[in-house]
Each structure stands twice: as structure tokens, then as C-alpha cells.
């Protein structure tokens, strides 16, 4: 059997805002009416098809880690953001203060990528300065759609500001409503592609490491090339 390689994105957010119905809905295209209360983090898993339908398809595992929002574990949530791949940063569409406390958020998680020990300056407060040279893709999910009238739903398919700033995908969602999600729809679409550039910038941006090995035929062959050189000087 083979074992699949896997990335992790975490999923962050103010206390309530839907992340664990959020989660559930996207790794089982299921709606979970009745979530619990997340203490630390959960962990769920989705196979993705990577660039699915070309000839470069190939199936990994999403892990999500639903980050617990409780101002009373603020301190030791930095142990999850180790070795972060992606970033999806959930607010409530009903709660303004869910929207603007993303910042936040996204510093507490960015602090840790930068070695801030997880914590930053003024409760990991937020800088743009911290995207200058941020590889993790980041997409922007607002909750809780069936709650928001029309008019105000016009006026929220506009782009926030950190989505903007942060060049990251945004879609809102219904978690009670698994056709939200629905194959082919825009916001289906839309995390597919977060999901592939996750992927790719994990596997496919940067070429692999060199083994031990090659390295130290390469330093083999360097000392021989300088040995060869200092020879033919002497001669």
C-alpha cells in the first residue's frame, strides 16, 4: 500500500466562528450541525487530488488543524503552528470583530513561522511587513452565509482587506448547507486551487534537498578539482 505525502494547514479563528463545521464540511462533505468544543486542536484529513484530470494528478493528504480559538489557550497554541504549509483564516460573517481580528491571528501563526517563539510584540499584532517573503498560501473563508440578508451578501463578495493584502482566494459558506461545497461550484473550485498551491509550494517549488551522500561526493569531487589545480601550478 502506498503511503501518501501529506501537508498541513492550520484553521484559525475567534472562538465560534464555525471552524470545526467549516472543517468537517470540507474533509467529508457532510454538514455537522451539533459541533464540540475545541479544546487545543483537532485534526481532520483529506485526500486531494492534486491537479486533478492531467497527467501530473497525484492523490496527498490535507491535514487540518482546527486551532482552538479560546483566549485562554492564546499561550500554548504556538505548538501547533510548526512547520504550517497553509493558512486558513475563518471569521464570522455576522461578527465584524471576527473579520478584523484575522490580523491578529495571522501574525500569531506567521510569528512562529519567523521564529517569534509564537508569540510577537503586542499579542502577536499584525504587520505586513511579515508577508515581505511568506511562501505559506493563505485563503480567507467567512462562515455562517445563511445568516447574512442579500444585500449585505452583495456587499460582502467584495475583497477584504487582508485577503487583498495577503493576495489569498476568499469565498463565504453555508456549513449547513454541504451544497456550498458542491463539486464544480465557485467555492469548490476556489479551495481545490488553494489546496494545489499548498501542495506545490511543499513539493514542487523548490527542488529537493540534496541526500548526505551527494553532498559529500560533491565535496569529494571539489577537493579532487582543487587537488588537480595545485598540481599543475607545482608543475
Known sequence: MTTLEKVRVVVVGDSGVG????????CHNQVCSNPSYTIGAAVDVKIHEYKEGTPRQKSYFIELWDVGGSVNHANSRHVFYNQVN?????????NR??????????????????????????????????????????????????QVDSKRQAFLSNTSLIAEECG????????????HLAPGSTN????????????????YQYPA???PQKVIERRQVSRESSQVGHNFKAW
Open 97 to 146: 470583530k471576527s473579520l478584523l481580528n484575522l490580523r491578529k491571528w495571522l501574525g500569531e501563526v506567521l510569528s512562529r513561522e519567523n521564529g517569534g517563539g509564537g508569540r510577537s510584540k503586542s499579542s502577536s499584532e499584525y504587520d505586513p511587513e511579515q508577508f515581505v517573503g511568506c511562501q505559506v498560501p493563505i485563503l480567507v473563508l467567512g462562515t455562517k452565509a445563511d
Open 168 to 179: 489569498a482566494d476568499e469565498f463565504n459558506l453555508d456549513c449547513l448547507s454541504a451544497k
Open 209 to 211: 534537498r540534496d541526500s
Open 19 to 26: 471552524k470545526s463545521c467549516a472543517v468537517h464540511l470540507i
Open 86 to 94: 497553509g493558512i486558513i483564516l475563518v471569521h464570522d460573517l455576522t
Open 188 to 203: 469548490s473550485v476556489k479551495l481545490t486551487r488553494f489546496f494545489d498551491k499548498v501542495i506545490f509550494r511543499r513539493f
